[in-house]
């Protein structure tokens, strides 16, 4: 049996790369990521975590340094937020290209100009081309199991690529829940010493990202899309095992509330599907039919997942908290054109963007959102396909 | 710092290389000028030897500079920096 204490989502980050026992961290301060590795430079400075701290001049370095230490060998880590991922963006397509295992927290917040520190998704949905495993926690209790896997799935070696964790700034970041803290010893059996395809540490001389010919780099990347594919049954096992060994298991790539006589369905991600799940339960009681769909991996995107779980509703309302300029919000628009693979017959999609900038959306704006959705559908009436929902 | 690794090969296709002579295949045949030695005039100073950029120069003790034709371009780096004159391009056939 582990321990409760309480913590911030920020050191529910730190404590599970502690309980990883990583080797390096490489970091810069950015709000709201910054008390994580705040937490992990005290564990370092009290003996209770072996780690080297590469203090870094900016983001671009930390990512580069935590990559360097990873090829290596060693087990590194990382984190930040908004603009300081983008400033990473470089490294994350090498981190992950060249197929090197490491885990990075993004403790989301909105993009500049104008300069905001609320929490959005438009930061880590920017990322998601880049051959990164991402994944996404609702609490402070999944952040800390979600950080301690990624280790896990990043260095299987069916996967072998890097895995980045989002939590919203604040809402998670900077908020105090009770969280179980496992054993170490058990984590430390599960868990196994770092895995990797090669390390480069200076015994034979290796060249890293050198010129190669269209057809091999091709290649290259077809293996990445084929190590995604076998994340998807990796991810379910990690999330199994660590079920029967800490008592916590949530579902996969998805986690699915009241889904089982639902003939509408919600899906969304991250902190802000604890209101639409409040509002579904409040919405449950008056009798509405519907479910809640909540991603916890976006990459790989659990395409068939979702379908099973869809394919004979009425209709589907995805919630994105970042927005594709000129498109829809992603989350949506990845779905949509997913489940158009298993069916010529969709069920009714809408899509609407709403907590942008950190504007607050609670459960009674998820209530108002579903009804509307809801009763315009039983009316024979079609909704929008993308609402932008503001408030102030 | 690493308390433990192990390589776990599972054969996929990784961006590394190992270095080797000629990976790019044999590149003299790029070359349009051929540097060639007047060993005369050459005073052994190395100059040569440093300053190449594929490293095709190696100067011997007693012989002088020595250019491994399959690989050196042509680019004429050494011609500009022997301070003899003892280098000079002439055009390939």
């Given at each position: 049996m582990g321990k409760l204490v309480a913590l911030t989502g920020n050191y529910a980050v730190a404590y599970a790369a502690k309980y990883a026992r990583v080797d390096v961290i490489a970091a810069y301060p950015i709000t709201p990521q910054t008390s994580i590795v705040e937490k992990l430079a005290e564990l370092i400075e009290s003996g209770e975590l072996d780690a080297i701290m590469i203090r870094v001049e900016s983001e671009h370095s930390a990512l580069a340094a935590t990559f360097g230490a990873a090829v290596a060998g060693a087990r590194a880590f990382t984190a930040t937020s908004s603009q300081g991922l983008l400033y990473m963006h470089e490294f994350v397509h090498w981190t992950s290209r060249a197929r090197i295992p490491a885990v990075m927290a993004i403790v989301t917040r909105a993009l500049a100009p104008p300069w905001n520190i609320w929490p959005d998704h438009s930061d880590f949905m920017d990322?998601?081309?880049?051959g990164w495993i991402m994944g996404f926690a609702m609490d402070n209790q999944e952040v800390f199991d979600l950080t301690l896997q990624a280790f896990k799935i990043s260095e299987d070696p069916r996967v072998y690529l890097p895995v980045m964790i989002g939590l919203e700034g604040f809402i998670l970041g900077h908020t105090t829940m009770l969280v179980e803290l496992p054993e170490q010893e058990v984590v430390d059996q599960w868990l196994g010493p770092r895995k990797q395809e090669?390390?480069?540490?200076?015994?034979e001389p290796l060249a890293l990202g050198n010129l190669a010919w269209p057809e091999d780099t091709e290649e290259m990347f077809m293996e990445i899309q084929k190590a995604m594919d076998n994340a998807k049954k990796v991810i379910k096992e990690v999330d199994e095992e660590y079920g029967k060994l800490?008592?916590?298991?949530?579902?996969?790539?998805i986690q699915c509330i009241n889904c089982e006589d639902a003939k509408y369905f919600a899906v969304s991600m991250g902190a802000w599907s604890g209101d639409l799940i409040e509002a579904v339960n409040k919405l449950r009681e008056e009798g509405y039919p519907i479910g809640v769909i909540r991603i916890r991996f976006c990459r790989p995107f659990p395409y068939e997942d979702i379908w099973e779980k869809v394919k004979n509703s009425k209709g589907v309302i995805v919630f994105d908290r970042s927005i594709s300029f000129g498109a829809w919000g992603p989350l949506f628009t990845d779905l949509l054109t997913g489940l158009y693979h298993y069916t010529?017959?969709?069920?009714?999609m809408s899509n609407v963007v709403a907590g942008?900038?950190?504007v607050n959306i609670t459960y009674n704006d998820f209530a108002k959102l579903l009804t509307s959705f809801i009763e315009t559908i039983e009316k024979g009436d079609k909704p929008p396909v993308f609402t932008w929902y503001h408030k102030r | 710092m690493v308390k433990e690794v192990q390589i776990v090969k599972t054969g996929i296709k990784i961006p590394l290389a190992k270095p080797k002579i000629g990976v790019a295949g044999k590149t003299g045949f790029w070359r349009i000028t051929k540097p060639v030695i007047d060993y005369d005039k050459?005073?052994?100073?190395?100059l040569c030897e440093i300053y190449c950029p594929v490293n095709v120069i190696r100067v011997e003790p007693d012989q002088g500079p020595v250019i491994d034709y399959d690989y050196c371009k042509g680019c004429g780096v050494c011609v500009d920096v022997c301070p003899t004159s003892a280098l000079k391009l002439v055009q390939e056939e």
């Open positions: 990322q998601r081309d880049a090669y390390v480069i540490d200076g015994k800490f008592g916590r298991k949530y579902g996969g790539l010529n017959n969709l069920p009714i942008i900038g950190g | 050459c005073v052994k100073c190395f």
